[in-house]
């Protein structure tokens, strides 16, 4: 398990300064998109996933977020880059699938990057919300979004990704900083979505050593693990870098890099 230390340092310490992917454009042809989902729960709360199966093979998935909060755009006109197109090229080259937990702001913000990645077969693109604002009171200073604007922003998110013309997308959130409670579940139930979270912290928000981000993924990695990072070059500077570390590394002990929703279509019926 981790500690709510650690989830802040993965999460969202990116909450004011986060940055994202981006990909040069290489549109495919659209494919049947897998999007397994978790059974809502008796008490009609979204769903919760954390990571897959520990005894059905060595499987990883590598999670990025698209981070990029609704009031950055100024902080985006003035240079700061969002976006990270060499992590993306990265995953390509190595041929790494992944889950994109994308902000609708970053959709608007870089279109064709978002429409490039939501079209790419190796991945998938989830949903962070629309405005990267907090869905409970304290969470790491975020602002709070209200509760009745909760479902819009996600509603809205997916929205953006439409707009830029992504296909690949799931029904999973990831709540901004991950942070969450019973009434946020009970919020979301009636938007079908299956809240992801992880097990696995990357610590590569602001970080500047890759061989440490790399370190503590190696470290920490299971059969089904969900590995938090960011794809945002302001505010997780290291990551591309760490990625290239860890992927042959985890290959040569047996690993096989999946999707969330391979995970997901692998979790048994009844968590
Ligand atoms: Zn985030």
């Keep these: ?12 310490a990116l909450g004011a300064a986060l940055t994202a992917c981006g990909t040069a454009p290489a549109p495919q042809a659209p494919q049947a998109v897998r999007r397994p989902t978790l ?23 590598l999670t990025f977020d698209a981070d990029m909060t609704a009031d950055q ?8 880059r969002f976006d990270n197109p060499r992590l993306i090229a990265t995953l390509r080259r190595l041929d ?31 949903n962070h919300s629309y405005s990267h604002y907090a869905f409970t009171d304290d969470c790491y200073g975020l602002p709070a979004l209200p509760r009745k604007r909760m479902r819009t922003d996600v509603e809205r998110a997916f929205a953006a990704f439409r707009d830029a013309g992504v296909r690949r997308t799931v029904p999973y959130f990831r709540f901004p900083g991950g942070c969450h409670d019973r009434r946020t579940l009970e919020t979301l139930a009636s938007t079908g979505v299956t809240a992801v979270q992880w097990d696995v912290v990357s610590g590569d928000a ?9 370190r503590q993924v190696l470290d920490e990695v299971r059969p089904g693990s969900v590995v938090v990072m960011h794809c ?9 870098r760490a990625v290239r570390k860890i992927v042959p590394k985890l290959r040569k002990r047996g690993y096989r890099f999946v999707k969330v929703s391979e995970l997901i279509g692998a979790a048994p019926a009844s968590p």
């Design 1 to 12: 398990m981790i500690t709510p230390a650690r989830r802040l340092t993965a999460a969202c």
């Design 96 to 126: 790494v699938p992944a889950t994109i937990f994308m902000t609708g702001r970053w959709a608007e913000e870089y279109p064709a990057q978002a429409r490039a990645i939501g079209r790419h077969p190796l991945f998938e693109v989830a």
């Design 232 to 240: 945002t070059r302001s505010a997780a500077p290291a990551t591309e």
């Design 73 to 80: 755009g100024t902080r985006a006109a003035a240079g700061e």
């Design 39 to 61: 059974a809502p729960s008796p008490a009609a709360l979204a769903p919760l996933f954390e990571h897959g199966s520990r005894t059905r093979g060595r499987t990883v998935a």
């Design 206 to 214: 602001f970080a500047t050593d890759a061989d440490a981000v790399a």
